[in-house]
């Protein structure tokens, strides 16, 4: 028992250190000059830091596979809603 | 059962335990919140109607008559946040969602009674704050209800105040949405297949996903101005390296949608209604639910055509012009299926049905002039004039609104145990369709003419078409009087109704009227398909 707890807690610091990397990687990405991929880049780790949470902080991996797809249908509308926007400022 | 303990059952009845107030405003009953709604609701539209009336009175002749222009753009402001924002969008999912989604799934109550009773207090908080907002400050909001920067992070009204209340409600929507989301999923009997669902539920189920996911988008948009006007933030303002254009495709992003909100439910009370006043299953079942998913869907990625003429990039007016042509597919398919399923059948024209079919008419119109609006060509001509707004009522409140009608004259005997003058309401419906036309056609042909939206005065060549735009206003504010009178009378003193006065097939026709408080005793077990009246006799057939 004490062992399956001192696991949960080592899992969580585990993804924590992995937020930090991921917010320091995001800092050093937006000081190179990449012009329109930085974006892509900065969302995609934002994507990914948000996931992480979700899944370990919030149990999303845990839950029934509804909860799931509930959740990857959000982050569809997200990207498309995101993405059109975009869209439109890449053309202008 | 006997008369006593029926009426013992009856969620309407008094509860010994409470007062009176407390029995309603503390009740987490979904009927009860329901009914709640449809007070709140009814008082704000009647509200906004007064508004609106005022602001045709003004314009049946050029210059000042009743009021000056800051004025004029207050009320416009003002009419347009009430009637989006605490009138349509909640209207059908909120009052008949909350009274009718549980009992035509077999449930008890939602899947979350006591977020759903917040969900209430968060709609009344949101109306109280938006309410403050007009006498407070700097008065009114004189933005228009879009809340467009630069204007709205510039003016000196209260819009910061009248933001935030808006702010508020999107959370009663969110929250109503997520709790239908569950209701669903968790409720539905387990021996009830998903595709013997009634239409209803299954609008009320695309709805609340729409709610669920573009709802926040609204409501950081809203965060973003109260933080341009307090701390000037600058994301909007381009000499700060931020872009106007991006608040109006966050504001559409949420704002289109919301037309969907609006609509969808409507549509779902017209599934109902069409098969039981023909007395035939729904022609084209999978078909209606599926192009409720795809106007869902599709309909959330439209919402640029707003913009055409805003500065946004010529490929994205493409892309989005085809896609506003792709929604009107799903939407014609639902109006091909409500004709096929009248085709041949045993009508009759009660007054739900008539409803239903002005309904079917008045949507119509909105949705082919929606198609002149998605044509990039065309929206050059009629942007940000007339058209605009004549195109928007005729979906808005020929489609939702109507939508709310027909509802109530379907189900309010459901809610109250009592019928209302059949006369009477067909009269009312003559009066409001009549009364409708004149107000809103003529301010189509005015847009093409020219006449632009939101103008205090105008050339003396329109005073024909706005004189008989406003008589159009009285007469469709004498049918939406009539209407009231009679379903109010209907509500106290009408004749019973039984259980079931239209010959419906769905469980809410199964209780009694009005509904036990707790629904049903034990879990229902569904026994004939939601539209198949294959040994029910329809009243008025006898």
Redesign the interface.
Known sequence: MTDNLNKSYMSYVFIWIILLCLTALTVFCSTLQLGHPAIWIALTIATIKGSLVLLFFMHLKDEQS?IKYAFL??LI?LA??IG??F?????? | MTMESNHHLNFLAPQPDRSWLGSWIFSTDHKRIGILYLVAISTFFLVGLCLGLLMRLELIAPGGIIMGPQTYNALFTVHGVIMIFLVVIPSIPAVFGNMILPIQLGAKDVFFPRLNLLSWWLYMFGAGVAVISLFTGGGPPDTGWTFYVPFSTMTKSNTTLSVFGVFILGFSGILTGLNFITTV?RLKPSTTPWMKLPLFTWSLYFTA?IQV??TP?LAITLLLIILERVIGLGLFDPTKGG?P??YQ??FW?YSHPAVYIMILPAMGVISEIVPVFARKPAFGYRAIVFSGFVIATAG??VW?HHMFVA??????VM??SFLTFVVAIPSAIKVFNWTATLYKGSIYLGPPLLYALAFIFLFSLGGLQGLILGSAGTDMHVHDTYFVVGHFHYVVFGGAIFGFFAALHYWLPKMFGRLYNYEWATAALFLKFIGFNLLYFTMLIMGVQGMPRRYYDYLPEFQNLQVISTVGSWILAAGIIMMVINLFYGMRYGEKAGDNPWGGATLEWTVSSPPPAENFEGEPVLTRSPYDFKDIKAPHAE
């Open positions: 509804f249908v959000a509308v498309i809603f059109l926007t869209f439109d400022v890449l053309y202008r | 999923h996903w996911l573009v988008i872009d254009l991006l495709h966050l992003i959330s990625m640029a500065g946004i990039s010529d490929t994205a892309v989005f």
